[in-house]
């Protein structure tokens, strides 16, 4: 892949890019496997994807675009870079779908996947899921301060720069701390479009079955809360997320995950984690609450704040050593559907 001209004459940018095999030579990991630790260390290649990933260079990341391509090339050098092994078909998990008002209009996306081994193969697979795409170029709208300004590039830097680079850091975590489960990093194409990545992840299927599904979309922007979606559907799985509550340097608040709540909006259908939902696979879904930023020009690697960003990757990396080390201790199906669950 062409790297553009822009990011190579950004130099911390190109030299990240640049990263070899041995991911973090010269930064040696000094956390021991405490999270905190760990990711503190991290934190300088964190931000740095994140400002990569959200960059104008890569226009939006729509996927089938430049921009999209861009980053997928990028999520598979760090997913390398990492260590990760690739599934037999390689890191890149290609899918075509039709456009819902012109079925003759065809859109190729592709899924970035990679794979750390568990210590117990008898266990299924975790998967972790974030979808990089985003909305790419558009006209300018009235009534948005950036658009009016002339700023057309939608970057998402939350929306899901973020929740990408987060599994990031946790492949980098799982690579040099191997889990019990097979850990999965999916980095799916084309949530914007309908979830049609998380959907072709799904339907490929996992050989040795996926025993969770934990996605991340949307963890930077917040004052101090971060919510938990899916314990309504799966309550098995709260109180191990109980645990992780008074661990949390952000505040974790459980919800999101049922109708009928005042003030509090379903997100069962609204990411990737429906796909694996509808096919009875449990999931966790950790995300914000939406901001004035949502799905606007504006939301810029410039307007997410570093330390509950960094906070919120500390708290992941917690919730997910939680699952891969106590998933197993559910003794009752983890899938249990409440009566009124969807
Ligand atoms: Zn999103």
Redesign the pocket.
């Known amino acids: 892949m062409k790297i553009p001209p822009i990011l190579l004459s950004l130099p911390f940018l190109a030299g990240a890019w640049a990263c070899g095999p041995a991911d973090g030579a010269g930064v040696p990991d000094q956390s021991g496997g405490d999270p905190d630790s760990f990711v503190a260390g991290d934190s300088t290649q964190i931000l740095a994807d994140l400002e990569i990933l959200s960059h104008d260079s890569l226009e939006g990341r729509r996927t089938g675009t430049r921009g999209g391509a861009l980053a997928q090339g990028y999520i598979r050098s760090r997913l390398e870079a990492a260590g990760l092994e690739p599934p037999p078909t390689g890191h890149l998990q290609p899918f075509e779908f039709s456009g819902r008002r012109d079925p003759t209009q065809v859109t190729r996306g592709a899924n970035v996947v990679g794979f750390v081994e568990g210590r117990d193969p008898s266990l299924g697979a975790i998967v972790l899921t974030a979808?990089f795409d985003?909305l790419g170029i558009r006209a300018p709208r009235p009534g948005t301060p950036a658009e009016a300004e002339g700023d057309s590039i939608f970057n998402?830097a939350d929306?899901?720069a973020s929740?990408t680079v987060a599994v990031m850091s946790l492949a980098r975590y799982f690579a040099r701390y191997p889990p019990r489960h097979r850990m999965v990093f999916a980095l799916v194409d084309a949530?914007?479009m309908g979830l049609r990545g998380a959907y072709a992840f799904v339907e490929a299927g996992w050989p040795e079955g996926i025993a969770l599904n934990v996605n991340l979309?949307?963890v930077a922007r917040s004052d101090s809360l971060l919510f938990i979606a899916g314990t309504h559907h799966y309550p098995r799985l709260r109180p191990l997320m109980e645990k992780v509550v008074p661990r949390s340097p952000v505040v974790l608040r459980f919800g999101h995950d049922q109708r009928g709540v005042e003030g509090m909006q379903d997100w069962t259908g609204s990411?990737d984690h429906r796909a694996f939902h509808a096919e009875g696979i449990p999931f966790l879904y950790f995300g914000v609450e939406d901001h004035p930023d949502y799905h606007r020009a504006s939301d810029e690697f410039e307007a997410v704040e570093p330390a509950f960003f960094l906070n919120a990757v500390r708290t992941l990396l917690v919730a997910v050593k939680t699952l891969d080390e106590e998933l197993d201790s559910i003794t009752s199906p983890v899938s249990q559907t409440l009566p009124d669950g969807r």
């Open positions: 979808h985003h998402g929306d899901n929740g949530e914007e979309d949307m990411s």
